[in-house]
């Protein structure tokens, strides 16, 4: 039955044991209140069915008009567009990102992997997520960009002033000086790729951020303030939701030593095991979107203008559209999650992460079979985007 609710704060998107855990919460959410009003959030929207009929009515749905949320200036592109404008965005961008080739990148994704590898080889411990789940898709995005790689800390701050300013900040979402520091950071995002785009202005170069400089779309080159917009998007998404897919994927492996075996004795699973992780995880809990006009879903009415949050994590639970979710099963043929989001804008580099994830996850095993997290130790995650904080894994000695 579905219901309008109200609660207050923000405490049930934020707290530990959801970020942590989010299964149960979900359920909670399906079973109370699928399209629940929560306040200072919005609409939160927990079943499969609703969530997907929200993903794919972008004339009521509108992503355009949750732009500024990041305290960007214009819409992220093509994030923030609504088609039909949405449309030639993505035809553009969709062919960088496209299943051959970002296939023919493995081959230097897997080195990246072993060299990473190599750096910690023959240690018992590390830290998971400073010495490979964050350089490693990072560096991936930034090649692909053509930036430094030496400014890799620089650009992380900078996605994390974002994304999760509160972290740094050390007070709340919506506090006015999380908020100045996220404007902050967002004019910081524009002037450094202002430089950026200058320096190819004067010097082209084999990379992503060259090819804008010589897109077109309809006759039409892309303006300076398109190629920012896109490069925005790209710093924020290209260097987290990998990382933290990573966190998510192996925080689950480390306690599942069936599952390590069943990857390291037949590499074969691993694309099975990656979408399942896809669906069960959902490192990107949930995504935004507004309403265009006064509407009602799931019996319950949308106000115009007011930001409805679907759940991807819990549609992708839902026992009344999933067979046997609640188990984590490597055997379904068609596993069709909402792990990189659906409709106009589902995820556009989801063929990029799928390669780095499958590569990942059958290098590491070639050279790591045995792991876990360090005895002790609760991993602490953040929330919208489940990136663990930290992350110590205890490896076998001399496991190769």
Request: net charge negative; with cysteine; glycine share 6%.
């Amino acid at each position: 039955m579905t219901q309008e609710q109200d609660l207050s704060g923000l405490g049930l998107l934020a707290a530990p044991e959801l970020t942590r855990n989010p299964q149960p919460t979900y359920k909670m959410l399906r079973d109370s209140a699928p399209v629940m009003r929560v306040d200072g959030i919005g609409v939160l929207v927990s079943t499969w069915e609703l969530v997907d009929e929200v993903l794919h009515s972008p004339q009521l749905y509108s992503s355009a008009l949750t732009s500024g949320i990041l305290k960007n200036e214009r819409p992220l592109i093509p994030l923030q567009i609504d088609p039909p404008e949405h449309r030639k965005f993505r035809k553009i961008l969709d062919p960088l990102f496209a299943p051959k080739r970002m296939q023919a990148l493995e081959s230097s994704i897997a080195a990246l992997v072993n060299e990473l590898v190599d750096g910690f080889s023959g240690r018992d411990e590390i830290d998971f997520v400073k010495e490979f789940s964050v350089p490693f898709p990072t560096q991936v995005f930034l090649t692909m960009l053509g930036l430094p790689l030496d400014e890799l800390p620089t650009l992380l701050t900078m996605k994390d002033g974002i994304i999760r300013p509160h972290e740094l900040v050390g007070k709340p979402l919506g506090h006015p000086d999380t908020d100045a520091y996220q404007a902050a950071t967002a004019q910081s995002i524009y002037s450094y790729f202002t430089a950026t785009i200058e320096q190819r202005k004067r010097k082209r170069r084999d990379d992503m951020l060259s090819w804008f400089l010589e897109a077109e779309i309809d006759g039409d080159r892309l303006t300076s303030d398109e190629i920012l917009d896109i490069c925005f998007l790209f710093l924020i998404a290209g260097l987290d939701t990998v990382s933290a897919s990573l966190d998510c994927f192996f925080s689950y492996l480390a306690q599942h030593p069936e599952v390590r075996k069943a990857i390291a004795d037949d590499p074969k699973n691993i694309p099975f095991v990656v979408e399942e992780l896809l669906r069960w995880e959902t490192p990107v809990m949930a995504v935004a979107r507004a309403a265009k006009h006064d509407t009602e879903l799931g019996g319950c009415p949308i106000h115009a203008g007011e930001q409805v949050l679907v759940m991807l994590g819990s549609a992708n639970t839902d026992e009344t559209s999933i067979i046997d979710p609640e188990s984590v099963r490597f055997d379904r043929n068609l596993n069709r999650h909402l792990g990189f989001g659906g409709g106009v804008h589902r995820c556009l580099g989801s063929h990029l992460a799928r390669v780095e994830l499958r590569t990942a996850l059958r290098v590491w095993h070639e050279r790591i079979p045995e792991y876990h997290i360090k005895p002790g130790v609760e991993l602490d995650f953040t929330p919208g985007v489940r990136a663990a904080r930290t992350f110590p894994m205890v490896m076998q000695t001399g496991a190769e």
